[in-house]
């Protein structure tokens, strides 16, 4: 099943409607999701729109997990935070979690994706 494209404002009460927009598919597209999110929120702007598209059906092979925002400057960095940081494992459980992950770049925007593995 594909979840259609949602369109909302990157808050964190926007993080559990998302979750659950996702129940149909596996913690791992859920929690990548979420990460993706999260990021726009603390990197880009509390309030910024995102464009959210998942691409995929559970059981299917892999899922593809896309987030937009109008920032292409604010690029993920894949971070080595140490035991005692509070923040900047997101895009390293991102990545331990995706098959892939990457960025794509349009003129006043930019996409971040991932594909999990079903």
Known sequence: MTVPELRLLATPK???ELRHHLREHGFDVQLCATEL???VIR??????????RVIG????GRTRVEVTDP?????PVLLCAGPAAESGRGMALLDALA???GVELAGDSKTVW???AD
């Open 37 to 39: 999110l999260a990021n």
């Open 114 to 116: 991932c594909e999990v």
């Open 57 to 60: 059906a559970p059981g299917r």
């Open 99 to 101: 098959v892939r992950w």
């Open 14 to 16: 926007a993080v559990p």
């Open 71 to 75: 920032d292409p400057r604010a690029l």
């Open 43 to 52: 990197h880009v702007g509390e309030g910024t729109p995102v464009t959210i």
